[in-house]
């Protein structure tokens, strides 16, 4: 059964940098695509940024291109956001997710396996 561990979501000031984890265990993930989703208060859940796992191809919603860079470490089966320039609109529970095929989707209903999610609070 595979287990997606987010870590690193914390309260930072516009501007600011923060790096997110995905810690993920439970089977190889050779044929899998890996992904971050974002959940603001009374929004639905949206597409941030995903990874293909073996080649590392990648690709990002409008809102966090250039600003956000999504990399995977295979060693330690590790996904990572790295999250620069925050702004306000970028406060919400993040949530790391997985799914087989190596396809990145953009809808949550794609994927099948999901962390617990960390919040990232932005302050003005």
């Known amino acids: 059964q595979v287990q997606l561990v987010e870590s690193g979501g914390g309260l930072e000031q516009t501007g600011d940098s923060l790096r997110l984890s995905c810690a993920a265990s439970?089977?190889?993930?050779?044929?899998?695509?890996m992904a971050w989703f974002r959940q603001a208060p009374g929004k639905e859940r949206e597409f941030a940024a995903g990874i293909v796992w073996p080649s590392g191809s990648t690709y990002y919603a409008n809102s966090v291109k250039g600003r956000f860079t999504i990399s995977r470490d295979t060693a330690k089966n590790t996904v990572y956001l790295q999250m620069n320039r925050l702004k306000p609109e970028d406060t919400a529970v993040y949530y790391c997710?997985?799914?087989?095929?190596?396809?990145?989707?953009?809808?949550?209903?794609?994927?099948?396996?999901w962390g617990q999610g960390t919040q990232v609070t932005v302050s003005s």
């Open positions: 997710a997985a799914k087989g095929g190596l396809r990145i989707g953009i809808q949550t209903d794609e994927y099948d396996y």
């Open positions: 439970g089977r190889a993930f050779s044929g899998y695509t």
